[in-house]
């Protein structure tokens, strides 16, 4: 199983918005809706901050935003906030019984 | 409140063996798999399998077959990761994650650094 396939890095400025892309293919991302995406701040554990496609967890902010069209999924942050800099991966159910993450994306706050 | 309690840092030779353990507290133990992910150093999440607590039957994933065994006490509620004939390469921080639905981590270790050198 290959990992997804997202951008090394994206960036925008405060307060503009980021869109991160997450592509898989026909046995992932395109077949399941168990997409989920993850924060990750540097020295830290990583974080949920969307599941199901499209749910945020509770306490998450809705500047978050994810959404999945074929075979991939995609990550929004509105309103770029400086705390919004970090690693962000995504994740997907690959079918029987297994998971793949995505490559991991670096967002830079201009 | 749910927390997952991984062991401490671990410095290894090649060829010798590893346990971490991931004691999760807070919640019915049985309702939610536990899944382990590895990061080396400076790189990205890797999936490496869970273990389905119900029935302590492991899932691995395909680059974690072999070396990797995943066990369970469901007695002092804790899940384990063996790691064997190390490699330098298996140096990572390996995290313990609760899955609250298919593919949705949504607590974590706080990771457990695995060094493995000569």
């Known amino acids: 199983q290959s990992a997804l396939t997202q951008p090394l890095s994206a960036s925008g400025s405060l307060g503009q918005s980021v869109t991160i892309s997450c592509t898989g293919t026909g046995s992932d991302v395109g077949t399941h809706n168990d997409v989920s995406w993850y924060q990750q701040r540097p020295g830290k554990v990583p974080k949920l901050i969307i599941y199901g496609v499209n749910q945020r967890p509770s306490g998450v902010p809705d500047r978050f935003s994810g959404s999945k069209s074929g075979n991939t999924a995609s990550l929004t942050v509105s309103g770029l906030q400086g705390e919004d800099e970090a690693d962000y991966y995504c994740?997907?159910?690959?079918?029987?019984?297994?998971?793949?993450f995505g490559t991991g994306t670096h967002v830079t706050v201009l | 409140q749910v927390q997952m309690e991984q062991s401490g840092s671990e410095l290894k030779t090649p060829g010798a063996s590893v346990k971490v353990s991931c004691k999760a507290s807070g919640y019915s133990l049985s309702s939610f798999s536990i899944n382990w992910v590895r990061q080396a150093p400076g790189q990205g999440l890797e999936w490496m399998g869970w273990?389905?607590?119900?029935?302590?039957?492991?899932t691995y994933a395909q680059d974690f077959r072999g070396r990797f065994v995943f066990s369970l006490d469901t007695s002092v509620r804790t899940a384990f990761l063996q790691i064997s004939r190390l490699k330098i390469e298996d140096t990572a921080v390996y995290y313990c994650?609760?899955?609250?639905?298919?593919?949705?981590?949504?607590?974590w270790g706080r990771g457990t650094l695995v060094t493995v050198s000569s």
């Open positions: 273990i389905n607590t119900k029935t302590g039957k492991p």
């Open positions: 994650v609760r899955d609250l639905t298919t593919c949705a981590f949504d607590f």
């Open positions: 994740l997907s159910n690959a079918g029987n019984y297994m998971a793949v």
